[in-house]
C-alpha cells in the first residue's frame, strides 16, 4: 500500500525550531518532485518548498528562504523540513507531497502526507 507518513510538528517559541518528516511507503523518492505545503487558517494552500527528483537542487518560498531546510535520509525514503527561527506567520498545518515526475512511470501519481499542525506562540 502507497503511503506518505508525516510526523513531527507541535507547539513552539517564537525562534525555536521544529523538524517535520515524511517517510514513504511504497514509493522511491527519484521519480517523484518532493513538495512542501503549508496551510494556515483562512488563508490559501502555500508552497514552502520543492525539491527536484535527484535531490539536488531545492527551491524555498521567500517567506521561509534562509530559516528552512529540505534534506533526505541517506536510505532515500525519508523526506525533512527542518525549521528554524520560527515565527507565528509560520503557524499552519504542514503537508508534504510527492508528484510524479514527468518523463518517468511515476507520472500522473500524486502522494499526500496526512498533515500536522505546527503552532508558534509564546
Known amino acids: 500500500q502507497v503511503q506518505f507518513v508525516e510526523s513531527g510538528g507541535g507547539l513552539v517559541q517564537p525562534g525555536g525550531s521544529l523538524r517535520l518528516s515524511c517517510t514513504a511507503h511504497?514509493?522511491?523518492?527519484?521519480?517523484?518532485?518532493l513538495n512542501w505545503y503549508r496551510q494556515a487558517p483562512g488563508k490559501e494552500r502555500e508552497l514552502v518548498a520543492r525539491q527536484n527528483p535527484a535531490g539536488d537542487g531545492t527551491w524555498y518560498g521567500d517567506s521561509v528562504k534562509g530559516r528552512f531546510t529540505v534534506s533526505r535520509a541517506s536510505a532515500g525514503n525519508t523526506l525533512t523540513l527542518q525549521m528554524s527561527s520560527l515565527k507565528p506567520e509560520d503557524t499552519a498545518v504542514y503537508y508534504c507531497?510527492?508528484?510524479?515526475?514527468?518523463?518517468?512511470?511515476?507520472?500522473?501519481?500524486?502522494?499526500w502526507g496526512q498533515g500536522t499542525q505546527v503552532t508558534v506562540s509564546s
Open positions: 511504497g514509493f522511491i523518492f527519484g521519480s517523484y518532485v
Open positions: 507531497n510527492a508528484r510524479g515526475a514527468r518523463g518517468t512511470t511515476a507520472w500522473g501519481n500524486d502522494y
